[in-house]
C-alpha cells in the first residue's frame, strides 16, 4: 500500500518546526512551496512536546503546524516520537534505559534511550500511540503514518533485565524444551549444559568467545524486540487509520546490520529506507546503488520510498565532505532510477542547535542565496516532471544472495580469518556487476529465484538445507550460479554441516574442500588468470571441473575457479577474492547464462532501465554517448533517435519509444 498522496513523486523531507519560532515556519511554508515540496515527516523526536508529563497530551501545536501544512498543499508523514523518550519517562523507569553488551547503562540527552522490551516503555508508547493517532483520525493532511526512527540504529541488542526476561520467555517458545536447546546450541562444548531456562543470561561480554549459536539466537530475539515495538505501534495507528500506510524508516538496508529486512519488510505496507553516502569514499554511489536495490528487493519489486538522505554533508564521519555541484541531483535521480517514487531528506532546515547542527538541510544555514538551495529547486522541478516514473517497476537478470542470518553469523568471534566478512565480499560482486551497467535484485536464499538467469552467492556462510536444495533445484532448472568461498559451512545454528566443506554446497557444485589455507594480511596468490588475496583452500573436485587453477600459494596447482554442469545449468565457485579479475570472471558467467547489457560504455555511467524510462547518469568527468536510445528526454523535452550524449557529471533521463 503506497500512500496515495502526493500524486507523483514525494518531495520533502524531516520538518522540525518545533525548532524554530513563528515567523521561520512561516518562511518555511513560502519556502516550500517556492520548491514544490508536497510531503514531510513530522513529529519525529517531539515525545516532550506531544506529552510534557505522564498523562497530559498537548497536540496543539502540532495541530497548528499541521493545518499551516496544509493550507500550503503539503502532505504529512506523521511520525510517532518514540525513538525520543522524554527525560520525565527516564526519570520514572531508568531501568528502561539500554544496556549495552560490555554492560554500559546508557545515559539520557541523546535519543534511542529506551529498550524495546521493557514493559513500561511498551505502556508508555501504547498510550501516546493511542491518544496521537485518535486525534488525527481523518485529518486530510496525514497521508501515512512513520513509526519511531530507525530500529536497531545504533544500539540493536540490549542486555538489561527486561531484554533477559523477555530472552528467556523467547527461548521457551522457540525451543519448547532445554534438551532441544542443548542439542542446538552444542552445550556439550565448554560444559555449558542448561538445566534451567532460567539460568540461560544473555551472551553478554565475557574475557573469551561466547557460545556463536547463542549469540546467533540473541541477535534473532532482539531484532524480534525491535519489530514488536513497531508492530505494537502500527496495530493501534491502523485502529484509527486502517487506509493509511504505516511505515518505519530502515537505518540504510545496507548499512544497519542488525535488522533481518526480509523479516521487517513483511511488517509495513511500504518500504522506507534512509541512505547517506560515506563522503570519503571513492565511488560512493555505488553503496548508494546498492542501498537501493536492496530497499526495492525487500519491498518485493514494489516502489518503496527514500525516506532520508542529505543535501550536502552530514555531521557524524570523520570527515563531512560537502557534495560537489551536481552530486544531490544525481544521488536523488539514482535512488528514483531504482525504485523509488520519492526523494526525502533529513533534513528540511537546518537545525541551529543540538547535535545535528552542522548537518545540512534542504534549507542551509547559508540561506536561500546559496547553491544549495538552487540544487534544491531544480531537483524539484526535476521531480514533477518524473511524475510519469511512479509506480514503475525494475527488472533484474542478475541476484544476489543477501540473508541477515548469515551474515550475523559469519561475523562472529573466531573464525579461520578475520578478513571473512560479508560485506567486503558482496561490495566486491556488487560493484562489478555495477561496473558491467547490470541490475541486480537480492534474495534471501530460500526464495523464489527461478526467474533470474544469474544468481551470486558471496560467502553464504550460513546455508540451511532448505535452502541448499532452493539453489540446486535452480541450477538443474538452467540457472547459473557462482558462490563464493567460505560459503554452506553451517547450518542455522551455527554448526557445522557434517563431512568435508561445504557440507550444503558439496553435491550442488561437485566438489569438497579438504582443508582451508587463509592468507596473511597483504599476502596474494597467483591463479592462472587473476590474484587472489584473504582466502586460498585446497578442492578436491568430484564432478566439477577446474577453470582457473592456482599457480602459487598453498595450493599451487589445485583448482581456484571451478564450474559444475548439472542439469540444464551450471554451478560456479571461486576460492579466492580476485585482486583483479573478478569482473573477467563474472562476465563469463554473465555471457553464459545470456544477460544482455551495454557494451562499449564507461564504467562511470550509471545505467538503469524503471519501465518505459531508462535512467542514465554520468558519474565521470567527460560527457558519454550512449548508443541504441531512442525517445524523449523526461526532464528536458529534447527528442533522440538511435543515441543520447549525457554532460560531464549530468543525468538524462528518457522515456523510450520502444523500451
Ligand atoms: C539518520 C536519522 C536522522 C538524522 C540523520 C542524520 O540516521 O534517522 O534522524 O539523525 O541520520 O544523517
Known amino acids: 500500500m503506497y500512500p496515495e498522496r502526493p500524486a507523483g513523486i514525494a518531495f520533502g523531507g524531516d520538518y522540525s518546526p518545533e525548532q524554530w519560532p513563528r515567523e521561520v515556519q512561516e518562511e518555511d511554508m513560502a519556502l516550500m512551496r517556492e520548491a514544490g515540496v508536497n510531503l514531510v515527516s513530522l513529529g519525529m523526536f517531539t515525545w516532550a512536546l506531544m506529552e510534557p508529563e505522564r498523562g497530559r497530551y498537548e497536540f496543539g501545536w502540532l495541530d497548528e503546524v499541521i493545518d499551516r501544512l496544509h493550507a500550503a498543499g503539503v502532505s504529512v508523514d506523521l511520525a510517532t516520537p518514540t525513538a525520543a523518550p522524554p527525560a520525565w519517562f527516564v526519570a520514572e523507569h531508568p531501568d528502561a534505559l539500554p544496556v549495552t553488551r560490555d554492560g ?111 549469540r546467533l539466537d540473541y541477535a534473532r530475539f532482539s531484532d524480534g524486540q525491535h519489530r514488536e515495538h513497531y508492530i505494537l505501534q502500527r496495530d493501534i495507528i491502523k485502529e484509527s487509520h486502517p487506509d493509511l500506510p504505516v511505515t518505519t524508516n530502515f537505518a540504510g538496508t545496507v548499512n544497519c546490520k542488525s535488522t533481518d529486512l526480509w523479516q521487517w519488510a513483511r511488517e509495513l505496507d511500504v518500504v522506507a529506507n534512509d541512505h547517506y553516502l560515506r563522503a570519503e569514499q571513492p565511488d560512493n554511489h555505488i553503496d548508494l546503488a546498492m542501498s537501493a536495490d536492496l530497499a526495492r528487493s525487500v519491498a518485493g519489486g514494489k516502489p518503496w520510498m527514500l525516506m532520508e538522505h542529505s543535501a550536502g554533508a552530514v555531521n557524524w564521519q570523520p570527515r563531512n565532505l560537502a557534495k560537489r555541484p551536481g552530486e544531490m541531483r544525481r544521488n536523488s535521480l539514482a535512488h528514483v532510477a531504482r525504485g523509488s517514487d520519492s526523494v526525502l531528506f533529513f533534513q528540511f532546515r537546518a537545525s541551529r542547535h543540538g547535535a545535528e547542527k552542522f548537518h545540512s538541510g534542504m534549507v542551509p544555514h547559508a540561506g536561500t542565496g546559496s547553491r544549495q538551495w538552487r540544487e534544491v529547486l531544480e531537483l524539484g522541478a526535476d ?61 534471501h536464499p530460500s526464495a523464489d529465484i527461478s526467474g533470474y538467469r544469474v544468481v551470486v552467492a558471496p560467502s553464504a556462510y550460513l546455508l540451511t538445507d532448505a535452502s541448499a536444495k532452493n539453489l540446486h533445484r535452480y541450477v538443474e532448472a538452467g540457472g547459473h550460479l557462482l558462490v563464493s568461498y567460505f560459503s554452506g559451512i553451517v547450518d542455522e545454528h551455527d554448526a557445522i554441516h557434517p563431512g568435508a566443506y561445504p557440507g550444503a554446497l558439496r553435491e550442488l557444485l561437485g566438489l569438497s574442500i579438504e582443508e582451508f589455507h587463509p592468507l596473511r594480511e597483504h599476502e596474494t596468490v597467483a591463479t592462472t588468470a587473476a590474484e587472489g588475496r584473504i582466502w586460498s583452500e585446497r578442492i578436491d573436485l568430484a564432478g566439477a571441473r577446474a577453470v582457473q587453477r592456482f599457480t602459487a600459494g598453498p595450493d599451487a596447482g589445485h583448482p581456484a575457479v571451478t564450474r559444475h554442469d548439472l542439469g540444464a545449468g551450471a554451478a560456479w565457485y571461486l576460492a579466492t577474492a580476485p585482486v583483479a579479475g573478478l569482473r573477467e570472471l563474472l562476465c563469463e558467467v554473465l555471457d553464459r547464462a545470456g544477460v544482455p547489457r551495454p557494451r562499449d560504455l564507461p564504467d562511470t555511467l550509471e545505467l538503469v532501465r524503471r519501465g518505459r524510462h531508462v535512467f542514465l547518469i554520468n ?33 538524462s533521463v528518457i522515456l523510450e519509444d520502444h523500451p
Open 104 to 214: 554500559i547503562r546508557i545515559g539520557f540527552g541523546g535519543r534511542q534511550s529506551a529498550c524495546s522490551s521493557s514493559p513500561a516503555f511498551r505502556a508508555a508508547t501504547a498510550a501516546l500511540v493511542r491518544a496521537l493517532a485518535e486525534h488525527y483520525r481523518g485529518h486530510p493532511a496525514v497521508v501515512m503514518w512513520h513509526v519511531h526512527n530507525e530500529y536497531g540504529a545504533p544500539l540493536g541488542e540490549c542486555y538489561c533485565e527486561h531484554s533477559v526476561r523477555a530472552w528467556q520467555d523467547w527461548l521457551r517458545h522457540t525451543y519448547l524444551d532445554l534438551a532441544a536447546l542443548n542439542e542446538a546450541w552444542g552445550t556439550a562444548f565448554w560444559g555449558q549444559r542448561y538445566t534451567a531456562w532460567s539460568q540461560i543470561d544473555a551472551p553478554r561480554f565475557n574475557h573469551t568467545a561466547v557460545n556463536p549459536a547463542q
Open 383 to 443: 521531480l514533477r516532471r518524473l511524475d510519469g516514473v511512479r509506480g514503475s517497476g525494475v527488472a533484474a537478470d542478475v541476484a544476489i544472495v543477501w540473508d541477515w542470518e548469515s551474515y550475523w553469523a559469519l561475523e562472529l568471534d573466531w573464525r579461520p580469518s578475520v578478513d571473512l566478512t560479508f560485506r567486503e565480499r558482496v561490495d566486491a560482486f556488487y560493484e562489478a556487476l555495477w561496473r558491467e551497467h547490470v541490475t541486480v535484485d537480492f534474495v
Open 619 to 651: 558519474h565521470g568527468d567527460e560527457p558519454v554517448t550512449v548508443e541504441g536510445v531512442t525517445g524523449t528526454g523526461a526532464l528536458d523535452g529534447a527528442r533522440h533517435e538511435g543515441s543520447v550524449t549525457v554532460a560531464a557529471g549530468g543525468v
